[in-house]
């Protein structure tokens, strides 16, 4: 046997059933987002290097240390996009969004790309759900994408979330704020290690990214973003977590998430889970003031978020996927099988939303019945990649066809009854209005 090749490192493949729970995640992010206007974009998943050079920011971790970055065959140096925030603002920009209506509700699901030291719950390549809403620029901007935030996670049954908010200061407010920093830093600055030695010379608010024990220790007692808000930052800040509050979404403010890319101004939050172990955050998100104008469009105002797709799926409590009847096709030879096909396609045309395998080997009723007794019994916990809400056999012999009458078999009860085949549509119909 040749050798075989494994998938690269930090990857992870998602096979059924647990792709059916992803997909099932998706449509519910379409569903939700679409009842507050948003509507699905796609962008490449490589983009020019310097994009993320430009917006995430060169002194930020992404950019300086996880990009997978190459040169193509015309030597143009692309990146594998690690995030999506910059595409969705270049793709506007290059399209004109001076021509567009306001405000502009995009979101999106896909592939991202980092590297970073895989660990549980950390990739190399990784799934985020994200939403940016462009050209909004009061709270209620802000408060609108917390709130179609938390009606999708309540969506997929996740209810005792919070989300931890801060509002970073903008301008002469965060230069301020970064001497303070350095100012608090530099007594100890000979206890950083190189990494931070270099945060905190180029780019001081991102010490705060740190993981060395050292570095938090010293920023404990570190000046409070939230004490060096200007009068116009504070009051959007306050008119936030009004409307939070009377929206009934919960947070708590936190002055120490600043968030690891360079494009934030004022608002940023983060939601995390005790269910999940060291990479703990769910998600994150935030207003970006200056990015759609540092990438070459109009002064325009944005907010948005993403959320790590493959962590959700993990915090889960509940089957996102939708029950569904499963109905099993058993022709009793080979002979049957042609008419086993057609009768498929009949079901499925009246059963909306129900699953109809043919078994197509033509081994009999005896092998096709144990395998839908399986699917029932595993009652589709096991490998069966869709949820079962019931299970019921089909069983296609001679007579059947001869007769033109549909023999059905309910797995669970055991109830078998035939019918003539012109009931079939008004019966599966009948049982989907019981339901
Ligand atoms: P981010 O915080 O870098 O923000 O990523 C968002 C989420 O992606 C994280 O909270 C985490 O759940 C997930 N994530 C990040 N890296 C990994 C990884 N290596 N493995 C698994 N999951 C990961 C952004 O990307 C911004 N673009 C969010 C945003 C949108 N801000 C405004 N609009």
Redesign the pocket.
Known sequence: MSERIRAPK?THDLLPPVSEKFAAVEDTARRVFGSFGYAEIRTPIFESTDLFARSVGDTTD?VHKEMYTFADRKGRSLTLR?????GVVRALVEKGLQEMARPIRLWYAGP?F?Y?QPQA????E???I???LVGAPSAAGDAEVLIVLFRFLEALGLTDLIATLNCIPAGKAREAFSRALQEHVRPHAGRLGPEDARRMAENPLRLFDSKDPEAREILKGAPATLDFLDDASRAHHEELKRLLAAAGVRFVESPEIV???D??TLTVF?VASEKLGA?N??????R?DHLVRELGGPPTP???????E???VDVLSQDPRPARSVFFVIPSSEAEVSYALSLADEIRRSSEGAVVETDLSGRGLVKGLSRAGQVLEGGGAGDYPFRVRGVAAVLVGSREREENVVTLKDLATKAQESFPREELAGRLGAARERR
């Open positions: 930090g992404i690690p995030e999506n925030t910059a991202q980092r970073e719950g950390r990739y190399r990784f799934r985020q994200g939403l940016e968030r690891g890319l494009y934030y983060e990479q955050a769910i998600l994150g998100g935030g970006y944005a907010v948005g978020f993403a959320i790590g493959d962590r959700l």
